[in-house]
């Protein structure tokens, strides 16, 4: 069974930016296309970006494109979110998941990693 931890979250100004990582144990998930998500207080989750397994084919929620780059290290079996210009709506806890399309496919997700942009 797959354990994925997130980290690098924290407390931002608007305009800052912050580095999120998300490291997989248990599995290899270098042949899954991996996203990241966010759930913000009140909301439903949703994906913001998506990476295929060899890195060359990227999705970004067109609120954080332009703004959010997604990428993967297979041999450190870990996926990173870079997140520039953040703005106070993007503040929200974020999680990473295998995905088929935007859908989650792991059942079990991490702890989540928050990020809060102060305005």
């Known amino acids: 069974q797959v354990q994925l931890v997130e980290s690098g979250g924290g407390l931002v100004q608007a305009g800052g930016s912050l580095r999120l990582s998300c490291a997989a144990s248990g599995r290899t998930i270098s042949s899954y296309a991996m996203g990241w998500f966010r759930q913000a207080p009140g909301k439903e989750r949703e994906c913001v970006a998506t990476i295929n397994w060899t890195g060359a084919v990227t999705y970004y929620a067109d609120n954080v494109k332009g703004r959010f780059t997604i990428s993967r290290d297979n041999a450190k079996n870990t996926v990173y979110l870079q997140m520039n210009s953040l703005k106070p709506e993007d503040t929200a806890v974020y999680y990473c998941?295998?995905?088929?399309?935007?859908?989650?496919?792991?059942?079990?997700w991490g702890q989540g990693t928050q990020v809060t942009v102060s305005s």
């Open positions: 998941n295998a995905v088929r399309g935007v859908t989650a496919i792991f059942a079990s």
